[in-house]
């Protein structure tokens, strides 16, 4: 879905400037305030000169200001300065007159003078102000923390001031910025704090709420919730700006094409165009929905003469992708096919070089999903067509270049709020950019050079392309595309199934249509499994076929693309050190701390708990054989964490760290689980992201005791030399026990099958 016009709140200037009355200079204040400047200036000008109040010379400025007299403000601020009279509220003139001519980085160094100002005399309100109009110049800048903390600081203050109007402002700038790093559930709270506070006559103020709220409930999906709240605000829009009624028909307009309603969607389209300022240039967003609209009629030279409109107007990247891959789609109703194909490599293109040009202050985390549209669109057009080479390299494309957006989605999709954790999560994101830009895993390579790095052996990559789902079975460098079930019906089956593993009839649905006839190969042969969408999560090696649970006939090994398995798999120079356990590093967990004692008298060593288990030892674990992990992990705001004695370490700290040792063994709940469509977002996957040949971990939480039987059977049968083949062990013990999946299943092997010593030109094998 493309971004709302989300309108943040603007107080008025005369509230930033209105000062405090004094009576020497009551009639000099009182002029300005009932806006007649031309005598305000004449008679401020005489108290000033007669008394030398300051107050009379900021009247004297302001009124100058009013008049359109820049110059003569400016020599006024010079003036009061040079007396040493500066008051609060000066400064703040002189910086909107900076800020008028363009003159930024001056007015920015203003505001911050009359903040030192109106701190010194302990006026919150004027604190909130300029914190507040500071908030506006930085987000002109792009630069999200130093927003989000300006805005955040203005809130409070405004709180100090007790004054509704002020803290209403600063709520609703705090949530311009949460929503623009897609921190929805903090937006939403920092509206809900707004609207408590807006006057009920404020008819435009609440129809700009609304707005807001709409803005937020369409980018959570929950549509039929946003246009109510966009209608609303246009039942209250008589005392809005023509801009801001135009852009709630453009969001009622898009919220109806979303919903399939094209007739109304068109009714508030045509509205905002017949309601442009005259000799105003058509906006690239109105030729967009009208596209669609037209698309959705059926009408296709309409829908590609709007199109070409826009695109022959230079549109920006974040337009012009959608509007090629929109061309695309309209050659593909057409039937033209290699029209539709050119689009959607256009479209993908553009993509790329966003990403690659992407910087934190131009991220918007939540939107990164969306344009993968143009990747399924190609996959579609080759998978349908029986290229199934082209449309192996075009699902590795989109895999591989999902490695940040996973992680971004991580980060953002945590149930937490407030300060802290929105702060946690913009950190997060800014210390990871980089780091994702530079991990090998998650660089594209040349289809020829994977497939000779793959081999022999035998890979099972799915790909969820809209309404379809399709497997490509890999295997001696060729493809074979196989046609599955609708991916709804895939969905809600592997929902059904990850809430009862234990449902035998499910496992062998879901097997049969996963695993469909020819896409195997023989019994003993390791899968390599990449799994898209909903099946990241689901427990592979429980499914049946022909009676057998998977894992029985094969060793699973899941990966996030078989680029990323490539690149993962390149040799270090260096030997690995010794092995290290980190174990119930605060004291509460003592099953954690004799399953690590019992690892590490297998691994040869002795385990670090309690204390002695901190960040600085995980730090010194980047060139470790293996490192195995007995604590606490989790999702918050920042992403996946683990617990460690002294503080929670993130993903995001791992891969910047390059935390990467060759075996990694998560011994926590859920430390598999992605929280968004790719392998990239879990734990497991930020060891992969730093360096890690292979991890072990899980996919939902268990009981300790089972839990550590299969982690020491696991290294009883050399999951510490070959994980892959140790694990199949372990979980067929498990199996020929008796054992439930829901006490097997859950673990999982990410990276690498081959034996953590073996050679790289040893290429597949048997289990």
């Known amino acids: 879905m493309t971004r709302r016009h989300a309108r943040a709140w603007a107080l008025g200037l005369a509230a930033l400037l209105a000062g405090c009355r004094r009576s020497g200079v009551q009639d000099c204040l009182g002029l300005t305030e009932a806006q007649r400047y031309e005598e305000a200036v004449q008679r401020c000008e005489e108290v000033y000169a007669a008394e030398g109040d300051a107050e009379a010379g900021v009247a004297a400025a302001r009124a100058h200001y009013f008049l359109g007299h820049p110059d003569e403000a400016l020599a006024w601020r010079d003036r009061l300065v040079k007396a040493g009279k500066a008051r609060p509220g000066i400064e703040a003139l002189a910086a909107a007159v900076h800020q008028q001519r363009g003159e930024i980085e001056e007015a920015e160094r203003a505001y911050r003078r009359d903040l030192e100002l109106s701190r010194a005399a302990g006026d919150h309100r004027r604190v909130a102000d300029n914190l507040y109009r500071l908030f506006y110049l930085s987000w002109g800048g792009d630069s999200y923390r130093k927003s989000y903390l300006l805005a955040s600081e203005s809130l409070r203050e405004a709180v100090q001031a007790q004054d509704p109007k002020v803290q209403a402002g600063a709520a609703q700038a705090l949530f311009t910025s949460l929503y623009e790093i897609g921190d929805l559930e903090g937006a939403h709270q920092a509206l809900e704090t707004a609207r408590e506070l807006i006057d009920e006559e404020d008819r435009a103020a609440r129809a700009n709420l609304l707005n807001n709220l709409g803005a937020v409930l369409a980018a959570e999906g929950r549509l039929a919730l946003a246009r109510r709240r966009f209608e609303q605000a246009l039942e209250l829009g008589d005392g809005l700006p023509m801009k801001s009624l135009r852009g709630l028909h453009l969001n009622l307009a898009e919220v109806h094409l979303d919903l399939g309603d094209v007739q109304r969607a068109a009714h508030h389209l045509d509205w905002a165009w017949d309601h442009l300022d005259p000799g105003q240039s058509i906006p690239v967003s109105f030729y967009c929905y009208r596209a669609r609209v037209e698309l959705l009629r059926g009408r296709l030279a309409e829908a590609s003469e709007a199109l070409a409109k826009a695109l022959s107007d230079d549109p920006e990247p974040e337009w012009a992708w959608q509007l090629e891959y929109r061309q695309g789609l309209v050659a593909e109703a057409r039937g033209d096919l290699p029209a539709a194909e050119a689009a959607y490599r256009r479209s993908i293109a553009i993509v790329e070089e966003m990403r690659r040009s992407l910087g934190f202050d131009e991220l918007k985390a939540w939107l990164l999903d969306e344009k993968r549209q143009p990747f399924e669109a190609l996959f579609r057009l080759q998978a349908r067509a029986g290229r199934a080479q082209e449309a192996l390299a075009t699902a590795e494309h989109a895999q591989a270049r999902t490695l940040l957006d996973a992680f971004l989605h991580a980060s953002s999709s945590s149930a937490a709020s407030g300060d802290k954790a929105s702060l946690r999560r913009i950190e997060g994101l800014e210390s990871l950019l980089p780091a994702m830009s530079e991990s090998p895993v998650a ?319 040893r290429k597949g094998g048997k289990t």
């Not at 006939?553 to 092995?579: F, N, Q």
Request: glycine share 10%.
């Open 443 to 761: 660089t594209l390579q040349p289809l020829e050079r994977v497939l000779a790095a793959f081999g022999d052996r035998h890979g099972l990559v799915y790909f969820d392309a809209g309404d379809d789902l399709w497997l490509i079975a890999v295997a001696g460098g060729r493809a074979r595309l196989h046609a599955l079930a609708p991916a709804a019906e895939v969905h809600r089956l592997g929902d059904r199934f990850l809430a009862d593993p234990e449902d035998a009839s499910l496992a062998k649905r879901l097997g049969e249509i996963l695993l469909p006839a020819g896409s195997l190969p023989e019994k003993g042969i390791a899968l390599h499994v990449v799994a898209d969408g909903v099946l990241g999560n689901l427990p592979f090696a429980a499914l049946r076929r022909e009676g057998s649970y998977l894992v029985e006939d094969h060793a699973l090994v899941l990966i996030p693309s078989l680029s990323a398995l490539a690149a993962l798999e390149e040799s270090r120079r260096e030997s690995p050190g010794p092995a290290l356990v980190l174990a119930d590093p605060q004291g509460n967990l003592p099953s954690a701390r004799l399953e690590g004692r019992e690892v590490a008298r297998l691994l040869g060593g002795a385990p670090l708990t309690a204390g002695s288990a901190v960040s600085a030892e995980l730090r010194k674990a980047s060139r470790a054989r293996t490192l195995h992990l007995a604590t606490h992990t989790g999702l918050d705001p920042g992403g996946a964490w683990l617990q460690l004695a002294d503080r929670r370490v993130g993903a995001s700290e791992i891969v910047t760290g390059r935390i990467g040792p060759r075996l990694v063994v998560l011994a926590s709940c859920s430390s598999g689980v992605r929280p968004g469509r790719q392998m990239w977002g879990s734990l497991g996957a930020a060891f992969l992201a730093a360096g890690s040949r292979a991890v072990l971990a899980s996919l939902w939480s268990i009981e300790d005791e089972p839990a550590r039987d299969l982690v020491l059977r696991f290294y009883r049968e050399g999951g510490a030399s070959d994980p892959a083949a140790a694990l199949a062990r372990a979980q067929r013990v498990a199996i020929g026990q008796g054992l439930s999946p829901q006490q097997w299943a859950p673990f999982v092997l990410f990276g690498s099958d081959r034996p953590l010593s073996e050679a790289l030109d």
